[in-house]
């Protein structure tokens, strides 16, 4: 299990986000299993761009407590092809 995948803001827009997940994908690719994720919204593009198919995704407002206006989360899967 990856708990956390982030890259710091200073770095995004370089590929490094995609190239550690392909990098990660590799490897559950040789152990032969499938791969689901949670992803944030500056996320999701990376892992659409490896391979991963959007199964839902859930938005809230969440000024009313002081957060950003958009906080959305993105369940994602990658099935291997058998």
């Given at each position: 299990?990856?708990?956390?995948?982030?890259v710091?803001?200073?770095?995004?827009?370089?590929?490094?986000?995609?190239?550690?997940?392909?990098?990660?994908?590799?490897?559950?690719?040789r152990?032969?299993?499938?791969t689901?994720?949670?992803?944030?919204?500056?996320?999701?593009?990376?892992?659409?761009?490896?391979?991963?198919?959007?199964?839902?995704?859930?938005?809230?407002?969440?000024?009313?407590?002081?957060?950003?206006?958009?906080?959305?989360?993105?369940?994602?899967?990658?099935?291997?092809?058998?």
């Amino acid at each position: 299990m990856l708990a956390y995948l982030s890259v710091n803001p200073e770095y995004r827009g370089q590929g490094i986000g995609t190239r550690l997940v392909q990098a990660g994908q590799s490897e559950i690719d040789r152990l032969g299993l499938d791969t689901f994720v949670m992803a944030r919204t500056a996320a999701l593009n990376v892992y659409i761009r490896c391979g991963f198919t959007l199964l839902d995704e859930v938005h809230q407002d969440a000024t009313y407590c002081g957060g950003e206006k958009d906080f959305a989360v993105y369940a994602l899967e990658r099935v291997l092809s058998r």
